[in-house]
T-cell receptor
Framework: AQSVTQLGSHVSVSEGALVLLRCNYS??????LFWYVQYPNQGLQLLLK??????LVKGINGFEAEFKKSETSFHLTKPSAHMSDAAEYFC?????????????FGQGTTLQVKP | EAGVAQSPRYKIIEKRQSVAFWCNPI?????LYWYQQILGQGPKLLIQ????????DSQLPKDRFSAERLKGVDSTLKIQPAKLEDSAVYLC?????????????FGPGTRLTVT
């Protein structure tokens, strides 16, 4: 069975500081990996995804993530936090071989950006 | 391109009452998903449709929840009777499911409060 663990339910950084949100997954087959962002009272928006190929994936709003198979990790980073980055972030996994595209989500990490 | 539409955005009902949510996916998207997001948790898949057929409803509480997707376009999710633990945000998502694309596009959600 697949699962996702996001380390840290709340992360607080200062504006301009590095953002690091951690995600570890469990999957018996090659995974597809995703990061979604959710602003208050809105749906989820895709930040970036890893399917195949390059393990360093660049997404929207300056975010990037690196797929590390040996560590079963897909951590999300951004060099310099902006106030508008404050939101909830979800890591998700899907089976590469799945015929359903079903996503398994982590519990989420709330990012707070302090001025 | 219009996004995924959902209505109502908010609903408050008493336990044992019934409620229905509506979703209109992005035009041309064959796959439609309903997720339940309880406060403080990641979204959990309730049911997935491919066109108007059910692909996965393994986590749908079928004694009280039902869903349909008429003509492979719009979808409704119904709860009857509602319980307190059904308080959550119900998210609808759609996907084109093109080869190599597992990206899901989410609507703004319906926030249900059961009192």
């Amino acid at each position: 069975a697949q699962s996702v663990t996001q380390l840290g339910s709340h992360v607080s950084v200062s504006e301009g500081a590095l953002v690091l949100l951690r995600c570890n997954y469990s999957s018996s087959v090659p995974p597809y990996l995703f990061w979604y962002v959710q602003y208050p009272n809105q749906g989820l928006q895709l930040l970036l995804k890893y399917t195949t190929g390059a393990t360093l994936v660049k997404g929207i709003n300056g975010f990037e993530a690196e797929f590390k198979k040996s560590e079963t990790s897909f951590h999300l980073t951004k060099p310099s936090a902006h106030m508008s980055d404050a939101a909830e972030y979800f890591c998700a996994v899907s089976k590469m071989s799945s015929n359903t595209g079903k996503l398994i989500f982590g519990q989420g990490t709330t990012l707070q950006v302090k001025p | 391109e219009a996004g995924v539409a959902q209505s109502p955005r908010y609903k408050i009902i008493e336990k044992r009452q019934s409620v229905a949510f509506w979703c209109n996916p992005i035009s041309g998207h064959a796959t439609l998903y309903w997720y339940q997001q309880i406060l403080g948790q990641g979204p959990k898949l309730l049911i997935q449709f491919q066109n108007n057929g059910v692909v996965d409803d393994s986590q749908l509480p079928k004694d009280r929840f039902s869903a349909e997707r008429l003509k492979g376009v719009d979808s409704t999710l119904k709860i009857q009777p509602a319980k307190l633990e059904d308080s959550a945000v119900y998210l609808c998502a759609s996907s084109p499911r093109d080869r190599g694309s597992y990206e899901q596009y989410f609507g703004p959600g319906t926030r249900l409060t059961v009192t």
